[in-house]
């Protein structure tokens, strides 16, 4: 006879953060080769992991100054009585370079898999997990395009660090990317539809083309793409460098994709206002504004993309 199994204790836990990430690009789930730390505002030195599941949810457990809200069955009575939320920041960058380091604040405990709102994603989506945004370094996935620049900021006369470019095709915007601290960007995108011309022939001719419209092979392809740039100099105050690294200190994912619309400059001299390009099918394009008449070939920023800061520093 089996001997009956008698509970004699029973404890469950709660973890105050679970957090599901995707990339922009694919739109699929990255539940692997990211690190992403939490710690409580001010307090970088107590950063705690968390840890990836199976379900692609990375997961915080022990969290500095939440041992004891952990201690629970996470009921809706749970919930009702929870001590009030303490602010933390999260923390996440890619061991493997394929996305772009942020940080971003965050109330915990949690409840469920923390819902990123807000801003949408690129392309726009009903996604509630935090998107995550190529690395300059990354390469175009087979059948997508890349928009690559080294955006300057005039008013600095050096990197955008943050910088948004975004591209789009009439009013959809096809892909958005953020600039790293050295200005670089790329923008991996969907390419449009193909571009297709109505017969010239009246149908039937027997001189005309098949029936039906017709256009260029698809390598031979190009887009008119509009740009748009989102950029200011100016950093919340109430972002500290807070990583452990005294020189480094992670973007704020919020602020970034907040900030307000800057101007892209085709040329050097600032006089002609960049609002498109050309895309071509099985190409990197890569945005550089014109050298000014008569400077040194040797210039370093023969290769920049120049940008105008929404709001310039005082």
Avoid: C
């Avoid at 008698?6 to 953060?17: C, E, K």
């Avoid at 990430?21 to 690190?35: M, P, Q």
């Amino acid at each position: 006879m089996a001997t009956p199994f008698i509970t004699l204790d029973r404890l469950t836990t709660v973890a105050p953060l679970g957090l599901r990430f995707h990339d922009t690009v694919s739109g699929n789930v990255v539940g692997d080769g990211l690190s992403v730390w939490a710690y409580p505002v001010g307090r970088p030195t107590a950063r705690r992991r968390a840890i990836g599941n199976r379900k692609g949810v990375y997961v915080l457990h022990h969290g500095y100054g939440l041992r004891d809200l952990e201690n629970g069955e996470g009921t809706q009575l749970y919930w009702d009585n929870n001590p009030p939320n303490r602010d933390f920041v999260i923390e996440v960058t890619d061991e493997q370079r394929r996305f772009q380091s942020f940080q971003f604040p965050a109330s915990l405990p949690h409840r469920g898999v923390f819902e990123w709102s807000g801003f949408d994603d690129s392309p726009p989506s009903a996604r509630s997990s935090v998107p995550l945004f190529s690395s300059p370094v990354r390469l175009a996935p087979g059948g997508m395009g890349v928009i690559r620049a080294e955006l300057w900021d005039t008013s600095l006369d050096g990197p955008a660090a943050s910088a948004v470019l975004e591209a789009y095709d009439g009013d959809r915007r096809l892909g958005q990317g953020i600039a790293d601290e050295e200005g670089r960007v790329a923008l991996i995108l969907s390419y449009p539809a193909p571009i297709t011309f109505a017969s010239p022939s009246p149908p039937g001719s027997p001189l005309g083309s098949p029936p039906g419209a017709s256009g260029p092979p698809l390598t031979e392809q190009v887009w008119p793409l509009g740009l748009r740039a989102l950029y200011t100099p100016e950093r919340p105050v109430s972002s500290p460098p807070n990583s452990t690294e005294p020189d480094q200190s992670f973007p704020d994912l919020r602020f970034t994709l907040s900030q307000p619309e800057a101007t892209l400059w085709s040329d050097a001299a600032l006089s002609e206002v960049l609002l498109e390009t050309n895309l071509r099918f099985g190409r990197e394009l890569i945005l550089k504004s014109r050298p000014a008449p008569g400077s040194p070939l040797s210039s370093t920023r023969d290769s920049v993309l120049f940008i105008t800061p929404a709001v310039s520093p005082p």
